[in-house]
């Protein structure tokens, strides 16, 4: 229930639909029922935050349990943070409108590392210190997980306890510990030492790390109760871990307004850039009965008029025919769309043609990643321009006259050649629509490049790899632009200085824990978006601190130098990214899982299971 004081800011702010709650099957519990209280934070506006698939499952999660009840809180807008300052008016949950510190356990999603100075603005808008040696109380308990918990250095001086990998079973243990220690009256030093001992929790106060004197890592020792190595949770069985029945249906527009069905985690392909392509190994699918079974359930209690196959590579999915002829006979006839994101170049079938034709076409999404073949099998893409050729012959004769191809910039090998053949792509692209004597008449061809800046992360091939300069990146955006000679080819690219400031998060020690708070006192916020990212800000707060960004972002690192996160364990062998990265330089590829397990050891949080080798 929102106190008078918030009603009254509702009138004065944009969109406050984002701030009062109570949408379709959100969740409402009677207070005196409740022995643990979660607020759920996602450190962006409402818009982004609700269309996050993550989110709605650990709220799924929390709140089938009948004694915990998990409420949903976004980073308010500019204008409603300044209300809330002038009026004192702290930080609160939507299905309550209860201030967020006085909950039990406060846990943060991390997506993306320019979220983070939204972390502390969020937790100093609740009333709640920002350290975590400054929380001497077992509540509130501030918690945080996603993709950026694999290198949770940056910010592990504000944080009690990450969650490493897959949440769903985490969560519900998490829950199920605070209740635990809150009947017992436990203190926050003893909840710390229990939770310590859990697969799939770090508490980074239990680890100490020295450094040598020219600021990489002498060593990180682990004490009190905690491992030597925080390994990660893995899910093994996905057709019987919780997903939702129902989703939140917003009051406003979001980014993605629909159904999201989850077919499997992991990828076979093992792209040397994608953290995700092995953050999430072993590869584990979902049934088709029960992906449609999901679906069927989520449209009837929403009423959404659209399904979203979603994984990292939806079309190496091994159910997907099965699965789409079975749900078109009912989406069909019930006009219900199926978007399928995440669709590969090299095996884009006659069969799955067919079947998208038949749902709302709107434009294809590609991902070929380099502009030439040398520096396609650098980063192991395993996909040939022949395979891009035949995939768009097979869209334009099918009807599509849109296609967008997305492309990564400042890829370890890249030489300007390169870049030149994003654009030379582009045109052959282009030129192939006007070949085909069936294209769709009467229309022209648009095609779209997004050309986004390489940041090395943790856990893959190329975490030890130099990032380029922010000049050298503008240097090749200004190439790729120039080498463009048609209107029916749009490029997009990204700044180079969020992209320089993401790369030094990316891999980034606990050092940085003084830049984010200096950067965030400064004004910093909300740093993914372009209109209010301060560059300046983070580079004064960086001398500040007496930290060299540049030694973060730019600097290759050698096989044996400890890196920040070598403390956690995501499955993937150390010596198995090693290869891999000797291989790029030499522009050799590696099978993909489905035609020969390469050994990245992902199986052996698993029970060594893996269902690219289970299914080969």
């Given at each position: 229930?929102?106190?008078?004081?918030?009603?009254?800011?509702?009138?004065?702010?944009?969109?406050?639909?984002?701030?009062?709650?109570?949408?379709?099957?959100?969740?409402?519990?009677?207070?005196?029922?409740?022995?643990?209280?979660?607020?759920?934070?996602?450190?962006?506006?409402?818009?982004?935050?609700?269309?996050?698939?993550?989110?709605?499952?650990?709220?799924?999660?929390?709140?089938?349990?009948?004694?915990?009840?998990?409420?949903?809180?976004?980073?308010?807008?500019?204008?409603?943070?300044?209300?809330?300052?002038?009026?004192?008016?702290?930080?609160?949950?939507?299905?309550?409108?209860?201030?967020?510190?006085?909950?039990?356990?406060?846990?943060?999603?991390?997506?993306?590392?320019?979220?983070?100075?939204?972390?502390?603005?969020?937790?100093?808008?609740?009333?709640?210190?920002?350290?975590?040696?400054?929380?001497?109380?077992?509540?509130?308990?501030?918690?945080?997980?996603?993709?950026?918990?694999?290198?949770?250095?940056?910010?592990?001086?504000?944080?009690?306890?990450?969650?490493?990998?897959?949440?769903?079973?985490?969560?519900?243990?998490?829950?199920?510990?605070?209740?635990?220690?809150?009947?017992?009256?436990?203190?926050?030093?003893?909840?710390?030492?229990?939770?310590?001992?859990?697969?799939?929790?770090?508490?980074?106060?239990?680890?100490?790390?020295?450094?040598?004197?020219?600021?990489?890592?002498?060593?990180?020792?682990?004490?009190?109760?905690?491992?030597?190595?925080?390994?990660k949770a893995v899910v093994a069985d996905m057709d019987k871990v919780k997903y939702?029945?129902?989703?939140i249906v917003p009051s406003i527009e979001i980014v993605h307004d629909r159904v999201?069905a989850e077919i499997f985690r992991g990828c076979i392909r093992g792209c040397r850039?994608?953290?995700?392509?092995?953050?999430?190994?072993?590869?584990?699918?979902?049934?088709?009965?029960?992906?449609?079974?999901?679906?069927?359930?989520?449209?009837?209690?929403?009423?959404?008029?659209?399904?979203?196959?979603?994984?990292?590579?939806?079309?190496?999915?091994?159910?997907?025919?099965?699965?789409?002829?079975?749900?078109?006979?009912?989406?069909?006839?019930?006009?219900?769309?199926?978007?399928?994101?995440?669709?590969?170049?090299?095996?884009?079938?006659?069969?799955?043609?067919?079947?998208?034709?038949?749902?709302?076409?709107?434009?294809?999404?590609?991902?070929?990643?380099?502009?030439?073949?040398?520096?396609?099998?650098?980063?192991?893409?395993?996909?040939?321009?022949?395979?891009?050729?035949?995939?768009?012959?097979?869209?334009?004769?099918?009807?599509?006259?849109?296609?967008?191809?997305?492309?990564?910039?400042?890829?370890?090998?890249?030489?300007?050649?390169?870049?030149?053949?994003?654009?030379?792509?582009?045109?052959?692209?282009?030129?192939?629509?006007?070949?085909?004597?069936?294209?769709?008449?009467?229309?022209?061809?648009?095609?779209?490049?997004?050309?986004?800046?390489?940041?090395?992360?943790?856990?893959?091939?190329?975490?030890?790899?130099?990032?380029?300069?922010?000049?050298?990146?503008?240097?090749?955006?200004?190439?790729?632009?120039?080498?463009?000679?048609?209107?029916?080819?749009?490029?997009?690219?990204?700044?180079?200085?969020?992209?320089?400031?993401?790369?030094?998060?990316?891999?980034?020690?606990?050092?940085?824990?003084?830049?984010?708070?200096?950067?965030?006192?400064?004004?910093?916020?909300?740093?993914?978006?372009?209109?209010?990212?301060?560059?300046?800000?983070?580079?004064?707060?960086?001398?500040?601190?007496?930290?060299?960004?540049?030694?973060?972002?730019?600097?290759?690192?050698?096989?044996?130098?400890?890196?920040?996160?070598?403390?956690?364990?995501?499955?993937?062998?150390?010596?198995?990214?090693?290869?891999?990265?000797?291989?790029?330089?030499?522009?050799?590829?590696?099978?993909?899982?489905?035609?020969?397990?390469?050994?990245?050891?992902?199986?052996?949080?698993?029970?060594?299971?893996?269902?690219?080798?289970?299914?080969?």
């Open positions: 229930m929102l106190s008078e004081k918030i009603k009254g800011i509702l009138l004065d702010v944009q969109k406050p639909g984002r701030y009062v709650g109570g949408e379709l099957n959100s969740v409402v519990k009677n207070k005196e029922d409740v022995k643990v209280r979660y607020a759920f934070c996602f450190p962006d506006t409402y818009e982004i935050g609700m269309s996050h698939l993550g989110m709605k499952i650990l709220y799924s999660v929390v709140n089938d349990i009948d004694y915990a009840w998990c409420e949903r809180v976004f980073a308010p807008g500019n204008d409603m943070e300044e209300k809330m300052r002038e009026l004192n008016v702290p930080l609160w949950a939507l299905e309550s409108g209860d201030p967020i510190k006085d909950f039990d356990l406060i846990g943060f999603t991390l997506q993306y590392e320019l979220s983070f100075s939204n972390i502390l603005n969020m937790l100093d808008l609740a009333g709640v210190p920002l350290y975590s040696k400054d929380r001497t109380e077992l509540a509130p308990l501030v918690v945080a997980g996603g993709p950026c918990a694999c290198n949770a250095e940056p910010i592990a001086d504000f944080i009690d306890v990450f969650m490493l990998g897959d949440g769903e079973e985490t969560t519900a243990q998490l829950v199920e510990l605070v209740k635990k220690h809150k009947e017992l009256g436990s203190s926050k030093i003893d909840f710390l030492r229990d939770i310590a001992q859990y697969k799939g929790f770090y508490v980074p106060a239990f680890y100490d790390v020295e450094y040598n004197d020219d600021g990489t890592i002498k060593s990180v020792t682990a004490k009190e109760t905690a491992p030597e190595k925080a390994e939702p029945e129902k989703f999201t850039f994608c953290q995700a392509g092995f953050i999430y190994r072993p590869i584990r699918e979902k049934s088709p009965e029960v992906v449609e079974e999901q679906c069927r359930k989520l449209i009837d209690t929403s009423g959404y008029d659209e399904i979203s196959l979603c994984s990292l590579s939806t079309s190496d999915y091994t159910g997907l025919q099965p699965l789409l002829n079975s749900m078109l006979d009912w989406t069909i006839k019930e006009k219900i769309n199926v978007a399928l994101p995440s669709l590969r170049v090299d095996n884009f079938s006659d069969e799955l043609m067919e079947k998208l034709a038949v749902v709302r076409r709107s434009g294809l999404t590609f991902a070929p990643e380099a502009g030439t073949q040398r520096l396609r099998d650098a980063i192991n893409k395993n996909v040939t321009e022949e395979d891009v050729m035949k995939t768009v012959d097979k869209a334009f004769a099918g009807g599509w006259t849109a296609v967008k191809l997305y492309f990564m910039i400042g890829l370890p090998t890249e030489t300007l050649d390169d870049v030149a053949g994003i654009a030379q792509l582009g045109q052959r692209v282009v030129d192939e629509f006007y070949r085909l004597p069936d294209r769709p008449k009467g229309k022209g061809v648009q095609v779209s490049i997004s050309a986004s800046s390489f940041v090395p992360k943790p856990f893959t091939p190329f975490q030890w790899e130099p990032q380029d300069t922010r000049e050298q990146l503008e240097e090749k955006q200004a190439h790729l632009l120039s080498s463009v000679t048609t209107k029916k080819i749009k490029i997009s690219t990204h700044l180079s200085q969020s992209s320089f400031l993401e790369g030094v998060f990316a891999r980034g020690d606990r050092r940085l824990s003084k830049v984010i708070e200096l950067a965030w006192k400064k004004g910093c916020k909300f740093d993914s978006w372009d209109d209010q990212f301060k560059f300046n800000k983070w580079m004064e707060a960086f001398e500040e601190a007496g930290l060299e960004p540049s030694f973060y972002a730019n600097r290759r690192r050698e096989y044996d130098e400890i890196l920040p996160w070598d403390h956690l364990d995501y499955g993937v062998t150390k010596q198995f990214l090693i290869n891999e990265n000797k291989k790029a330089h030499q522009s050799v590829t590696t099978p993909h899982c489905r035609i020969k397990c390469a050994g990245c050891g992902s199986n052996k949080l698993n029970g060594g299971k893996c269902d690219a080798i289970s299914k080969n």
